[in-house]
């Protein structure tokens, strides 16, 4: 896989998330491009690749209309909540390959309020599906979480406090979207969606936009920026036997999710251990999701979750602070722009410009991890 | 309620794949693959453990456990179909042995769903197509005790 040193992160922008009406999910992304370039220090024409994607507001590469028509050759992605994760894992390798020192990678989106509303045959999946009410998020993670909670004694309460350290994360990052602080009891007693998932519990569409501009090692030198290293990235698709979200049927052999496989492959990769990660971006959808992901990662081991969120041990002060940013659960999720928002939160984080959610003591080792349907889950490890 | 009938008293299922009468009563259409008998709902032509191009119709057991389970406690978007105001339904993952499978519930009281309970199939109404039309899907009920 090349030399993994080779690429570094040189400048990441980004557009607020929540909900901002009259602009565009477009203007958003030119928005996070040109605050990218300007952190990079280089223009765009300086640009010699890009990749990037939203979901449902528009074609990524329709921006060079507004960033400039310099003729480079830019990719449209389209993997759903992986989109981000896939621009980055290519330009990585168009990096790492030699065919390029300096691109972009960039993700927006732009969704209307309530759940997602998928059509059915884009999965390969019959109308009836649909029609019937079975094509729903939230239900698979309420039924993968309900088994969990059974199998490792992972407790209602556990999930309140997932959500309550989103939303305080949230009141301390001034581009979150969920910025009032919530009690346990108020997640507990909102409005039931999924049992045992209550509405606080979950994340919602949302807008957004964020750009990262990424370099050879050599390139950064030459420029004289220092960056951070990209040491990773693994995108892995579900294997049969794995349970995962919008399947009309699975099969009785069980086999681990795309999130194990991702994790364990960025890690070997990367040269860096779980255990040495000092902050983390695991996927959020909901409040579960972040309970089980930790363990799937390797960041944990399952059913230890019950004691680490009863003793803080993912707050921004903890051992191991977890979506310091307040994750997908304050900052809604856009989906072309989600998997990026959690690299630009650990690059600042690296960096030391995270601000009021900045991990003390200059964490110099982070991690990303995203899930989303059908079964697809990215990881990336970053260092100093 | 003996005067003013609707015109039209038929069903349809919500797919005819989907199901098959038998002389049991209703059972779900799967296939198996001949070559490692991995077993799908709704059939498929290829097999997704050995893609093989060797799966055979089959149809599933008509009694199973529950292995998942949640509640839709808000009414879905569309293409999601409903008469008249939205009624929580249960939805779970029940194992019949040869193939795990996703399917509505007619019990929405998430007190009375658990692991492993036993459970058969039955069809059920889901919405009313604009001429009258009972559309009809596949559901699991809990075994009488």
């Given amino acids: 896989m090349g030399n993994h040193e080779d690429v570094v992160i040189i400048g990441v922008g980004m557009h607020r998330f929540g909900r901002t009406p009259g602009v565009s999910g477009r203007q958003m992304a030119v928005h996070a491009t040109h605050q990218a370039l300007a952190d990079a220090g280089i223009a765009w024409p300086d640009v010699q690749f890009a990749f990037g994607g939203s979901y449902a507001a528009g074609d990524a590469d329709a921006l060079v209309a507004d960033l400039g028509l310099t003729g480079l050759p830019f990719v449209n992605v389209k993997n759903g909540c992986g989109t981000g994760g896939s621009a980055l894992t290519s330009a990585r390798h168009a990096i790492a390959s030699g065919a390029h020192d300096l691109g972009l990678v960039v993700g927006f989106d732009k969704h209307p309020r309530g759940a997602f509303n998928e059509d059915p045959a884009n999965l390969g999946l019959g109308e009836w599906y649909g029609s019937t009410g079975m094509m729903v998020t939230t239900q698979f993670f309420a039924m993968k979480i309900q088994r969990y909670m059974a199998e490792h004694g992972i407790s209602e309460r556990t999930l309140a406090k997932v959500s309550t350290k989103a939303f305080r994360n949230g009141a301390l990052n001034p581009m979150a979207w969920r910025r009032e602080p919530l009690t346990e009891e108020q997640v507990l007693e909102a409005p039931m969606v999924n049992p045992p998932l209550t509405q606080y519990m979950f994340c919602s569409p949302g807008e957004g936009a964020v750009a990262l501009v990424v370099a050879s090692a050599e390139r950064a030198r030459r420029l004289g920026v220092e960056g951070i290293r990209l040491r990773g990235v693994e995108f892995r698709s579900r294997r049969f036997g794995s349970f995962e979200v919008y399947n009309t049927w699975i099969s009785p052999e069980r086999a681990e999710g795309p999130t194990s496989e991702a994790a364990r492959a960025v890690f070997e990769a990367a040269g860096v251990g779980p255990e040495e990660v000092q902050v983390a971006q695991v996927q959020d959808t909901e409040s579960g999701a972040e309970v089980m992901h930790l363990a799937e990662t390797g960041l944990c081991a399952h059913g230890e979750q019950e004691q680490w969120y009863a003793d803080g041990v993912t707050e921004i002060n903890g051992r191991l602070p977890v979506n310091t940013d307040g994750g997908v659960l304050a900052n809604g999720e856009p989906i072309g722009a989600t998997g990026l928002r959690q690299v630009h939160e650990i690059v600042q984080q690296l960096r030391g410009r995270a601000g009021e959610h900045q991990v003390p003591g200059r964490p110099s080792v982070g991690f990303t991890h995203v899930y989303g349907a059908p079964g697809i889950s990215a990881c990336t490890v970053l260092t100093r | ?145």
């Fill in chain 2, 1 to 145: 309620m003996a005067h003013q009938q609707p015109m039209t008293t038929t069903t349809r299922m919500v797919d005819p794949d989907l199901v098959a009468d038998t002389s049991e009563g209703p059972a779900l259409r799967g296939a198996a693959c001949t070559e490692c008998s991995t077993t799908t709902f709704p059939a498929q032509d290829r097999c997704p453990r050995c893609s093989a191009l060797a799966m055979s119709p089959t149809l599933l057991p008509r009694r199973g456990t529950l292995w998942a389970h949640t509640v839709q406690h808000f009414a879905p978007k569309p293409p999601f179909r409903h008469d008249g105001e939205f009624e929580p339904f249960g939805l779970g993952y029940v194992d019949l042995g040869s193939v795990i499978v996703e399917s509505r519930l007619t019990v929405s009281d998430v007190t009375a769903l658990s692991p492993g309970l036993p459970v058969r199939l039955a069809l059920v109404p889901a919405f009313t197509d604009d001429d009258g039309t009972t559309v009809t899907t596949f559901a699991f009920e809990p075994e009488e005790q």
